[in-house]
């Protein structure tokens, strides 16, 4: 895996805190506490900036399996790193912050559930800690495996991918919508899914464009985003993020823009320099594109 050199990056650590005038293309998130010699994945900022989450699958600590993490902001720096209480001994993996900080949403594999990877989510509490975990039901769940929850902005879709819902091949990309209940009735994202495993997928522009990650080796490497924009009815245009280590040869996913600086990303990669380890999180502008309404169920209402 040989990515390209970044033209400019940013030496060190780069803090949710930074001002942004100081973000360059890309700076790695929080050296040493969030990026480390393991492979972190799929960074996401709570709403108010002071909590970052993340999944690893190989960093020491956790309960087991793949974990889940958090840091919390204390000086402008991501300190505490902590494994989640509310890891198994199976895969806990891809969280995701709600945008009201109310839910973390994630996947595991824990027994009982539908069958492979299952969508979860837990309650935020107010002291910091988490509810206990609730499976998303069989709306979203197959027997197959779900891979990376991403709700709206107002709680009413759910971004996810699947390989148990039928589609394109493999892992394809779908939207669900809340019925007062429960997430039902996924729909494949138009315009996107193929063949190969469409997954980690993140709204831009309230929902009139997409970043996302493809692989044609069964979501092993290598792994590479690209962004699309809505033109009324599906997703087209669909190329390469410019992103300078997102290369064709490379391991690049798990974009999450943050809530609390919505113009910019975090994102999983390797960097050939800074860099902590096999994949990091690094912070990154959020790719500019937009499009038009009417590529989402109900619509109307974007994310």
């Known amino acids: 895996m040989k990515p390209t050199r970044a033209a400019a990056v940013l030496i060190g650590s780069l803090l949710s805190a930074a001002a942004a005038g100081q973000l360059a293309e890309f700076g790695i998130e929080g050296m040493g506490v969030v990026s480390t010699p393991a492979t972190e994945v799929r960074g ?4 108010d900036g002071q909590r970052i989450v993340w999944g690893s699958t190989d960093r020491a600590g956790g309960a087991g399996g793949w974990d889940l993490w958090q840091a919390h902001l204390r000086d402008k720096r991501w300190a505490e790193p902590e494994p989640l209480s ?6 806990d993996f891809d969280p995701l912050l709600s945008a009201d900080g109310r839910w973390l949403y994630f996947f595991s594999n824990r027994p009982g559930g539908h069958g492979g990877d299952d969508l979860y989510r837990a309650a935020v509490k107010p002291e910091g800690g988490f ?5 998303l039901g069989p709306g979203v769940n197959s027997a197959g495996n779900e891979w990376a929850p991403t709700p709206s902005a107002d709680g009413r879709r759910l971004l996810f991918a699947s390989n148990g819902f039928g589609g394109a091949g493999r892992h394809d990309l779908f939207v669900a919508r809340w019925n007062g209940k429960a997430f039902v009735d996924p729909k494949p994202v138009p315009g996107i899914n193929t063949a190969v495993d469409e997954f980690d997928a993140a709204w ?4 009139k464009a997409l970043v996302f990650a493809r692989s044609d080796r069964a979501g092993e490497q290598p ?3 690209f962004v699309a924009e809505c ?3 599906t997703y087209t245009g669909i190329a390469p993020w410019s992103l300078s280590f997102n290369s064709a040869e ?5 974009p999450v823009v943050d809530p609390s600086r919505p113009n910019e990303m975090l994102v999983s990669g390797a960097a050939r320099a800074p860099a902590a380890g096999k994949l990091d999180i690094y912070r ?4 500019s594109r937009r499009g038009k309404a009417g590529c989402l169920p109900g619509h109307e209402s974007p994310p």
């Open 44 to 47: 996401s900022v709570s709403p």
């Open 86 to 91: 509310i890891n198994s001994t199976a895969n």
């Open 131 to 135: 509810g206990e975990p609730e499976n």
């Open 204 to 207: 831009l522009d309230g929902g």
């Open 223 to 225: 792994i590479q985003l």
């Open 231 to 233: 033109d009324g009815q």
């Open 250 to 254: 490379g391991t690049t996913l798990g």
């Open 284 to 287: 990154t502008l959020a790719p």
